[in-house]
């Protein structure tokens, strides 16, 4: 957030991309975010083409009403589409689906935005972050790991790695930058 601030603050602009599904980046105050593994806080119609589904449409979880699934789990009390009836889902990318498979995970942005890439606490084993590298490739964008362990990542596209643990190397940059004010504002 703090770069985030920083960045904007100088007229550039600033593009956060997270696998995590929680809300801790909107809680810490982050704004200009992509969620391309979806949000824990949301749920969509499973049929894709409801105004509530795939493509475009989702709903807050906390407008689900739950309680009939938690008192008796069945297939019967299992949450519904409001729209159609359909059953709901979480609004997160699963294992077999594609970036595409829905508007709000913007990947056409991800790749669109990318001019500097920095993979922050991956392990580089989900399909994500192959994708990023191969992009990164292909646009001639560096791309660099923050990663105290032995390997880095993979090395095959050109990925570089900064062997620091990134709680101490992100501050260390902000501070560097003079972005460590809006740090500290942020706690
Ligand atoms: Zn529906």
Same mark, same amino acid.
Request: aromatic share 6%; proline share 6%; charged share 25%.
């Given at each position: 957030? $703090?770069?985030?601030?920083?960045?904007?603050?100088?007229?550039?602009? #600033?593009?956060?991309? /997270?696998?995590?599904?929680? /809300?801790?980046?909107?809680?810490?105050?982050? &704004? %200009?975010?992509? &969620?391309?593994?979806?949000?824990?806080?949301? $749920?969509?119609?499973?049929?894709?083409?409801?105004?509530?589904?795939?493509? /475009? @449409?989702?709903?807050?979880?906390?407008?689900?009403?739950?309680?009939?699934?938690?008192?008796?789990?069945? *297939?019967? !009390?299992? +949450?519904?589409? +409001?729209?159609? @009836?359909? #059953?709901? *889902?979480?609004?997160?990318?699963? #294992?077999? %689906?594609?970036?595409?498979?829905?508007?709000?995970?913007?990947?056409?942005?991800?790749?669109?935005?990318?001019?500097?890439?920095?993979?922050?606490? !991956?392990? #580089?084993?989900?399909?994500? /972050? %192959?994708?990023?590298?191969?992009?990164?490739?292909?646009?001639?964008? +560096?791309?660099?790991?923050?990663?105290?362990?032995?390997?880095?990542?993979?090395?095959?596209?050109?990925?570089?790695?900064?062997?620091? &643990?990134?709680? %101490?190397?992100?501050?260390?940059?902000?501070?560097?930058?003079?972005?460590?004010?809006?740090?500290? &504002?942020?706690?």
């Amino acid at each position: 957030m $703090a770069l985030e601030r920083w960045q904007q603050a100088r007229g550039g602009r #600033f593009l956060l991309v /997270t696998q995590n599904i929680d /809300t801790l980046h909107e809680q810490a105050g982050s &704004k %200009e975010l992509i &969620k391309v593994h979806g949000s824990a806080d949301r $749920a969509r119609c499973s049929q894709d083409g409801c105004p509530l589904g795939a493509p /475009t @449409g989702s709903i807050p979880r906390d407008r689900i009403a739950i309680q009939p699934f938690q008192d008796r789990p069945s *297939r019967e !009390t299992l +949450p519904r589409c +409001p729209r159609c @009836g359909s #059953f709901l *889902r979480q609004h997160v990318l699963w #294992f077999d %689906e594609l970036y595409d498979g829905h508007r709000d995970y913007q990947w056409n942005r991800v790749l669109g935005a990318m001019r500097l890439a920095l993979c922050i606490g !991956t392990s #580089f084993s989900v399909g994500v /972050t %192959e994708l990023v590298l191969r992009a990164a490739s292909l646009r001639q964008v +560096p791309v660099f790991s923050v990663d105290p362990g032995a390997s880095g990542g993979p090395r095959h596209y050109g990925l570089r790695q900064l062997r620091a &643990k990134a709680e %101490e190397l992100l501050p260390a940059v902000c501070v560097e930058l003079g972005a460590s004010e809006e740090l500290e &504002k942020s706690g």
